[in-house]
């Protein structure tokens, strides 16, 4: 069965520097995707960044980045010159590419404060 | 575009009362929909995902059901709430294969006494 593990229940960063959240998770599937997703005290989770397992170069969207080791199975993301509005709940996921699979599977969350 | 809503998005109901949370989706067809839980400091829990009307897979079994009577209707019901229900649940929908993104709605947070 997949896991993922998301090891820092909370960190803080003060607001210009850069922070990096860990996630490492378990498979012995060679395809699949995996996504790290926002949750601000508003609750509305928002993709952040997403990457597929056959890809060897990292995603970037703007001011984030993962680094992704598939053969050490992490992904973490990297946030940037982070800004008041990066506070939230940040969820690693993971899916797995297999016919009939529909399901996501997500790591109990990393609280992040960003410090002014 | 596509949207997604999830009504009501605040509910205190007592212990024993039935349950009935809706979630609709525009702009898309055809989507696969997902009920969550997200328990006070948890992660998130996956409750039931359907990928067409009439068809729910359930993930943990419990005193809660869900039901797509329409292509763009997902409905988590309940006869009988317990304590424990009590959380925040969110419906998101995705465009049918494994690996699309899921979109999540705005959640309802529920509150049983």
């Known amino acids: 069965a997949q896991t993922v593990t998301q090891s820092q229940p909370e960190m803080s960063v003060q607001e210009a520097e850069t922070v990096t959240l860990s996630c490492t998770y378990d498979?012995?599937?060679?395809?699949?995707?995996l996504f790290w997703y926002k949750q601000p005290p508003s609750r509305q989770m928002i993709l952040v960044i997403r990457q597929e397992a056959y890809k060897q170069q990292n995603a970037t969207e703007n001011r984030f980045s993962v680094n992704f080791q598939k053969a050490a199975k992490s992904f973490s993301l990297k946030i940037s010159d982070s800004q008041l509005g990066d506070t939230a709940m940040y969820f690693c996921a993971f899916t797995r590419v297999a016919s009939g699979t529909y399901k996501y599977i997500f790591g109990t969350g990393t609280r992040l404060k960003v410090l002014a | 575009s596509q949207t997604i809503h999830q009504w009501p998005a605040t509910l205190v109901q007592p212990v024993g009362s039935p349950l009935s949370l809706e979630c609709t989706v525009e702009g898309t067809s055809n989507p696969n929909l997902y009920w969550y839980r997200q328990a006070a400091g948890r992660g998130l829990q996956l409750l039931f995902y359907s990928v067409g009307i009439g068809q729910i897979s359930s993930e943990v079994p419990q005193n809660l059901s869900a039901s797509r009577p329409q292509d763009r209707q997902f409905i988590l019901s309940s006869k009988k709430l317990l304590l424990s229900d009590s959380g925040f649940y969110l419906c998101?929908?995705?465009?049918?294969?494994?690996?699309?993104?899921?979109?999540f709605g705005p959640g309802t947070r529920l509150t049983v006494l």
């Open positions: 498979t012995s599937e060679s395809n699949y995707y």
């Open positions: 998101a929908w995705a465009p049918g294969r494994a690996t699309d993104t899921q979109y």
